[in-house]
Every structure is written in structure tokens, then in C-alpha cells.
């Protein structure tokens, strides 16, 4: 599985490594290429899985706002109810990254 921006791919772990929730992929976060990503400072909670952390997704000298989030600290209830802990795995904005399969 991919995650690509433009034609650079910024994400990349095999189907049983990333975690299917409402829609999106989250990648480990050791499968995200090394400085793709800078912290943004838009804040967000979910009610369910906790405090989220958004990133900007750097690709060449374009930069995609927010184009990325992930949870550092899930909560132990999200964590039961998905059936593993996907702290710091990262989701990207499908408006603005692409996944392939």
C-alpha cells in the first residue's frame, strides 16, 4: 500500500503492517519517508480516539496544509475497539495524497 503525492510516493508498508479506519489508511510511522512530514499547528480532538496531530506534507517545494494526521496517544478505548494500538500511525488527506493499492 502507497500513499502518493503527486508522482512522489511518501508512504509505503505492506497491506497487514497499516490500519483501515472511517475511510482512511494509516501508515506506521516508520513506513513515512524521512522529512516528508512537518508538524502543523491546527488542533483537533476526536471524541473516540483522542488528541490528533496534524502534519503538513512536504513534497518537493510544494507543501499540502494539513495533508496528514495521526494520533501520538490513542485512547485505550480506540485501541480496543479497532483491535490494535495505531499510535503515531498516520492517515493522509485523500483530497491531496493518493493511495494505492
Known amino acids: 500500500m502507497k500513499a502518493v503525492a503527486g508522482e512522489i510516493v511518501v508512504a509505503e508498508a505492506p497491506n497487514e503492517a497499516v490500519v483501515r ?10 513506513s513515512v519517508v524521512v522529512g516528508v512530514l512537518r508538524d502543523s499547528p491546527t ?3 476526536c471524541p473516540w480516539k ?9 513534497v518537493g517545494k510544494t507543501v499540502l496544509n494539513d495533508g496528514a494526521w495521526s494520533y ?6 480506540a485501541v480496543a475497539r479497532v ?15 493518493r493511495i494505492e493499492i
Open 21 to 30: 479506519m472511517e475511510g482512511n489508511v494509516y501508515f506506521p510511522p516508520d
Open 43 to 45: 488542533p483537533y480532538t
Open 50 to 58: 483522542g488528541r490528533a496531530r496534524y502534519h503538513d506534507v512536504l
Open 72 to 77: 501520538p496517544a490513542v485512547n485505550e478505548s
Open 83 to 97: 483491535g490494535r494500538d495505531f499510535s503515531g500511525y498516520v492517515a493522509f488527506d485523500g483530497r491531496q495524497v
